[in-house]
Nanobody
Framework: QVQLVESGGGSVQAGGSLRLSCAVS??????????MGWTRQAPGKEREGVAT???????TYADSVKGRFTIFKDGIVNTLYLQMNSLEPEDTAMYYC???????????????WGQGTQVTVSS
């Protein structure tokens, strides 16, 4: 099983920055192959994939956040991060950390999810 706990959300003015963290705890599996990602969902909108990173260190970003957001992790993967700069009101959403174990392919379908952390950006 994998447990994911997000933190770091909050309220910020447009142009500001936030860093989200996702603490990872797991048992019974290998860290050799995995994909982890951040997704977000705003009220009334569909869930959107924001960024992914796999065990090889390869990253992907949604077009809407490229150049502003950075996904990274600590050594193996005890904590996943999302550094968000130049925040815009359109970034307001609940942000979720998610993980898939056993493959470096990031399909967007994650079996493990955190509880979410709210990000609110005011203009």
């Amino acid at each position: 099983q994998v447990q994911l706990v997000e933190s770091g959300g909050g309220s910020v003015q447009a142009g500001g920055s936030l860093r989200l963290s996702c603490a990872v705890s797991a048992s019974g599996f290998s860290y050799i192959s995995y994909c982890m990602g951040w997704t977000r969902q705003a009220p009334g909108k569909e869930r959107e994939g924001v960024a992914t990173i796999n065990s090889r260190g390869s990253t992907t970003y949604a077009d809407s956040v490229k150049g502003r957001f950075t996904i990274f992790k600590d050594g193996i993967v005890n904590t996943l991060y999302l550094q968000m700069n130049s925040l815009e009101p359109e970034d307001t959403a609940m942000y979720y950390c998610a993980a898939d174990i056993g493959s470096t392919y990031c399909s967007g379908n994650y079996p493990f999810w955190g509880q979410g952390t709210q990000v609110t950006v005011s203009s």
